[in-house]
């Protein structure tokens, strides 16, 4: 199966994606096959093939995407396995995870997403996006500087060596003399 703006008489459906908005494949929808769309694309359902959006591809959370992607952007909520191209940002959300190959421009990864794949990264690196990039050694001292600070506000002495003040201890006999 193959659906590229098809209309349901069969008619190939004018060119109008600028305004048209975004594609849905809802959640009680399954494809095999693949699925091209010059927009945004929104997947609910259940998708195994292929994708080619020129959009963004948008997968909600419970939506499960096994599939060779191909899109502008991909923000990932539900689940993703497969070869994914990604020629802008690839975000996977909290509740997201992806699985495979992935080549993009750009990479998010929120904290409780999962990932396990290989990552190819292309196009704007942080030297040419106007960013500082940092030497290894400046790493290492910020690194070391981190860990520094994190020990002395972490770090306890043990129960037998700690020292017990005066004011840290409530003697009985002290305050029955009072």
């Known amino acids: 199966m193959s659906y590229s703006g098809v209309e349901p008489s069969g008619n190939v459906a004018a060119d109008e994606s600028a305004d048209r908005g975004t594609s849905i494949i809802d959640r009680h929808s399954e494809i095999d096959g693949t699925y091209n769309t ?10 195994t093939g292929s994708v080619n959006c020129d959009g963004v591809l948008f997968i909600a959370d419970g939506a499960i995407v096994d599939a060779t992607v191909d899109a502008a ?32 421009a750009a990479l998010v990864i929120v904290e409780g997403a999962r990932y396990e794949g290989q990552i190819k990264m292309t196009g704007i690196s942080m030297e040419t996006s106007g960013q500082p990039v940092a030497t290894p050694a400046a790493q290492d001292d910020t690194v070391s500087d981190a860990h520094s600070l994190l020990r002395r506000f ?25």
């Not at 037998?160 to 029955?176: H, K, L, M």
Request: charge should be negative; hydrophobic fraction near 25%.
């Open 154 to 178: 972490t770090s306890t002495p043990p129960v037998e060596s700690r020292d017990e003040s005066p004011a840290a201890t409530f003697d009985e006999d002290e305050d029955d003399e009072g």
């Open 38 to 47: 010059s927009r945004d694309l929104r997947i609910e359902g259940l998708l």
């Open 73 to 104: 952007s991909v923000i990932v909520s539900g689940q993703l396995s497969g070869n994914i191209r990604c020629r802008g940002r690839l975000e996977i959300t909290a509740s997201g995870s992806v699985g495979g190959e992935v080549e993009t």
